[in-house]
């Protein structure tokens, strides 16, 4: 589900998600054929596996050709918006905050319901405080891939910084139900803070009998 990072405030949220998808594996050559010749057939792997697929296993291993590969992908319309997902990811860890955020929204040109791009944007969007436009990605990442536990953690933390103390316990109770019990409970003290200020906020409103 990735790794936990911090921010502002102490709360945790979890960081980016990698494209990890392979566009199609890479078939065993000698299971095409179940009497193979036996002079068979040396097949490139890196051709067969195509740019994408080179510069994702680079990046699995944190090597910084990825970067190259994944322009090298784009070049060649291989995974185009999977790859301008990933170019970003890379330029933000660089330090390349404007170059991440063009790396993102590209992705989003190329196929406006990429979810990784979405919630991705929505994190870089997060670290700049701009805090509307990080729950906008949140939710919408959320609407394309509703099983993916981290974008409605995320959502949790920004809808209670915007204030919207209910729609935060909502998202955080999604969490709780598509992760294990035991990641679950780690968010519990998160969720009771939250209905401990919900509650507050609903005292002060009523006031004193």
Not at 41 to 49: G, M
Request: net charge neutral.
């Amino acid at each position: 589900m990735g790794e936990i990072i911090e921010f502002p405030g102490q709360r945790p949220k979890f960081g980016f998600k990698r494209v990890s998808k392979r566009s199609k594996a890479v078939e065993n050559p000698a299971q095409l054929n179940l009497f193979p010749q036996p002079t068979a057939q040396i097949v490139d792997l890196a051709t067969a596996l195509g740019s994408f697929g080179q510069a994702l296993l680079w990046d699995e291993r944190g090597d910084a050709k990825a970067g190259e590969l994944y322009r090298k992908a784009i070049e060649e319309g291989d995974c185009i918006a999977d790859a301008y997902c990933n170019l970003g990811i890379i330029e933000s860890q660089q330090a390349n905050t404007g170059r991440a955020f063009d790396c993102f929204t590209t992705s989003l040109k190329h196929n406006p319901r990429h979810f990784e791009a979405h919630y991705n944007l929505g994190n870089l969007y997060f670290d700049a405080n701009d805090f509307r436009l990080a729950q906008l990605h949140y939710e919408l990442a959320a609407e394309v891939d509703p099983s993916f536990p981290n974008a409605y953690f995320n959502l949790a933390l920004v809808r209670a910084i915007n204030n919207d103390l209910a729609a935060a316990v909502n998202a955080l109770t999604k969490y709780q139900q598509l992760v294990p019990a035991e990641a679950g409970r780690n968010a519990e003290e998160l969720l009771n803070n939250l209905k401990r200020s919900l509650a507050a906020a609903k005292n002060s409103r009523v006031g004193p009998a």
